[in-house]
């Protein structure tokens, strides 16, 4: 391959990183919330890898009386506010694109803002989560990298 032919290919594999980026930050952003929700739902934990605060006396009762668990704190009753807490791009451009992972709607950014009063940000990425993040965003850049050298 001549050095003209690899510019070429480079500037292909650029054109399609910066055409896919929005597409590909948001998968990568999907996955990540899924984890962040199993890992609440499963073991109700924090970011730190530590228990969230137990329910209060009185949401612990209402809970248990309606069959839910009351072992930890999941934040799920009805499942919708982990079905309406999505990400989305707030800013795409050829230099970077940003995902946001919240609630869409009003209802449920409430009860997150809630969360945060009580227990912190429920969706902030733990160091696992976050190397994991790293690593699924270094394949991206990796996979139209590896174009150049076909």
């Given at each position: 391959m001549t050095i003209t032919e690899a510019i070429g290919r480079i500037r292909i594999a650029q054109e399609d990183l910066v055409a896919n980026a929005a597409n590909d930050?948001?998968?990568?952003?999907?996955?990540?919330?899924?984890?962040?929700a199993f890992r609440i739902q499963s073991r109700g934990y924090s970011f730190e890898e530590k228990p969230f605060s137990p329910y209060s006396k009185g949401h612990k009762k209402k809970r248990e009386n309606e069959g839910y668990q009351t072992g930890y704190v999941d934040f799920t009753m009805t499942g919708k506010l982990w079905n309406n807490v999505q990400p989305y791009v707030i800013e795409n451009t050829p230099e970077s694109t940003l995902v946001e992972i919240t609630a869409l709607n009003q209802e449920d950014q409430v009860k997150l803002q809630g969360a945060v009063k009580k227990r912190g940000n429920i969706l902030e990425l733990s160091e696992s989560e976050l190397s994991l993040l790293v690593q699924l965003n270094l394949q991206r850049v990796q996979k139209y990298l590896l174009k150049v050298a076909e």
């Open positions: 930050c948001l998968l990568i952003a999907s996955q990540v919330k899924a984890l962040v």
